[in-house]
């Protein structure tokens, strides 16, 4: 769920007037269990995606799997959110609200975001698929929206800054032949003992700026990517966040912890192992 109201911090490092959470050892372990069952979550959504299936269906399974891990959903109640996940279609880019009525088509594109608290620390990822074979329009969306966020999540390393990880994103969207648009004010956060702590993490931006990336630090790397304009409404439910020309979005995210020996995804179920070959890096599994 990208972040819209932070919550308030427990404590730790200071930057800029914010106080940034920075986990111990054990705490990113606990973490790891909390990511785990969001990507077992989403991956049982995942494979429930099909003509005919209801969003409400689908956040019943995330709900199920989420608590029969022994874990809570982080979505639902939140700020009165009535989802496990947030199900968003086509020109929907985030906080879609899942309904009994809405069903799936052949050739939608949805977005699966998910959150669950396991011993009290939170994990955060989705993932957008598309209902059936993707044209080749869509393909290439969710695509290029995937592999930007890979892009960031190779730069969460000790040592640089936040806007490392927003100018390798960007980046990467940018590189593209097509002028796809990046969603502007909705991103990426600090996560923890809440789902939304500081930093506001951007998808864009110049490199080496904002706070110091250290061990312990844990972020939610969330592109979310247009065909068309970038510009966004609110919808009257107070969610859902849509394109206003109508075009198509994609929304990924995935939880990472930076450690001393590079970035740990979270919410991957091999800590990021695939995702981040492509950069040269092995991170922790």
């Given at each position: 769920m990208s972040a819209g109201i932070l919550s308030r911090l427990p404590l730790i490092a200071k930057w800029s007037g914010r106080m940034i959470q920075i986990k111990t050892p054990h705490e990113i372990e606990l973490m790891r269990g909390a990511g785990l069952v969001v990507a077992r979550a989403i991956a049982a959504v995942r494979s429930a995606v099909r003509p005919g299936v209801t969003t409400g269906e689908l956040d019943a399974i995330a709900e199920d799997t989420i608590r029969s891990a022994g874990a809570i959903p982080s979505f639902l109640g939140y700020h009165g959110f009535t989802g496990s996940i947030c199900a968003s279609i086509n020109d929907e880019v985030v906080h879609g609200i899942p309904d009994p009525r809405r069903v799936l088509a052949a050739g939608d594109n949805i977005s699966i975001d998910c959150g669950a608290i396991l011993e009290g620390w939170h994990g955060d990822s989705a993932v957008t698929v598309t209902v059936g074979p993707p044209s080749a329009e869509d393909a290439a969306l969710i695509d290029v929206t995937e592999r930007s966020m890979w892009a960031g999540l190779a730069r969460a390393v000790a040592g640089g800054r936040l806007t490392d990880i927003s100018a390798a994103v960007e980046s990467a969207i940018t590189a593209e032949a097509h002028p796809y648009g990046i969603v502007d004010h909705y991103g990426g956060h600090g996560i923890g003992t809440e789902m939304?702590?500081?930093?506001?993490?951007?998808?864009?931006?110049?490199?080496?700026?904002?706070?110091r990336l250290v061990p312990g630090l844990a972020l939610a790397i969330e592109p979310m990517v247009t065909v068309g304009d970038p510009a966004t409404a609110?919808?009257?439910?107070?969610?859902?966040?849509?394109?206003?020309?109508?075009?198509?979005?994609?929304?990924?995210?995935?939880?990472?912890?930076?450690?001393?020996?590079?970035?740990?995804?979270?919410?991957?179920?091999?800590?990021?192992?695939?995702?981040?070959?492509?950069?040269?890096?092995?991170?922790?599994?």
């Open positions: 939304h702590q500081d930093p506001h993490v951007l998808n864009y931006g110049r490199p080496g700026r904002g706070p609110e919808l009257e439910d107070g969610w859902t966040v849509v394109t206003k020309d109508g075009s198509r979005a994609a929304h990924f995210e995935h939880t990472v912890a930076i450690t001393p020996e590079g970035p740990w995804v979270l919410t991957a179920e091999d800590g990021g192992v695939a995702g981040l070959a492509p950069f040269g890096i092995t991170p922790r599994t």
